[in-house]
């Protein structure tokens, strides 16, 4: 199975400030890559797929980069909305897997 | 747009089946748009991708849960379904069903007690 390892586990920001989420995958993945967010008690909500295509109705302050094994998830000024946690996933081997989650919290 | 609904019992006994249907609207079954997907994700952690079904028929299952997972497609109800087999404990979870990456339901919570 590929693993995925995102990195911060959690993070604490402020209103208006720029984050950044890191997955990297243990083996190359090309751009199958995806993110998600999830707030308590709510089903993920796709944000980005391909790595960098943004999902139809979703906010252009966030935006997906990377290829291979690194990728990384950015908004550019996080919204009282944002605070959620966030998770990648890979669907270019089987089994299909997922990070372990980032939660953001406000500091 | 594409909406999702899970239903099924929300308590399993263990080492019995648990089943759930997911009924689509908005979208077809038996069109090639989407994989059909179920995912789990246990009380306060991370989320397993269960499998999915193609409209061909065609699955794909995770290897950890293999051996107990059937996912299987009615186009007259426009549904798709999940079994697992021989629950324990460890396969409580909130259950949903999604279409492609972008569609999911909003989940079911599954408990295996007696």
């Known amino acids: 199975d590929i693993q995925m390892t995102q990195s911060p586990s959690s993070l604490s920001a402020s209103v208006g400030d720029r984050v950044t989420i890191t997955c990297r995958a243990s083996q190359g993945i090309s751009n199958y890559l995806a993110w998600f967010q999830q707030k308590p008690g709510k089903a993920p909500k796709s944000l980005i797929y391909a790595a960098s295509s943004l999902q139809s109705g979703v906010p252009s302050k966030f935006s997906g980069s990377g290829s291979g094994t690194d990728f990384t998830l950015t908004i550019s000024s996080l919204q009282p909305e944002d605070f959620a946690t966030y998770y990648c996933q890979q669907y270019n081997s089987y089994p299909w897997t997922f990070g372990q989650g980032t939660k953001v919290e406000i500091k | 747009q594409v909406q999702l609904q899970e239903s099924g019992p929300g308590l399993v006994k263990p080492s019995e089946t648990l089943s759930l249907t997911c009924t689509v609207s908005g979208g077809s079954v038996s069109s090639g748009s989407y994989y059909w997907s179920w995912i789990r994700q246990p009380p306060g952690k991370g989320l397993e991708w269960i499998g999915y079904i193609y409209y061909s028929g065609s699955t794909n299952y995770n290897p950890s849960l293999k051996s107990r997972v059937t996912i299987s497609v009615d186009t007259s109800k426009n549904q798709f379904s999940l079994k697992l087999s021989s629950v324990t404990a460890a396969d409580t979870a909130v259950y949903y069903c999604?279409?492609?990456?972008?569609?999911w339901g909003q989940g079911t919570l599954v408990t295996v007690s007696s």
């Open positions: 999604a279409g492609g990456l972008g569609y």
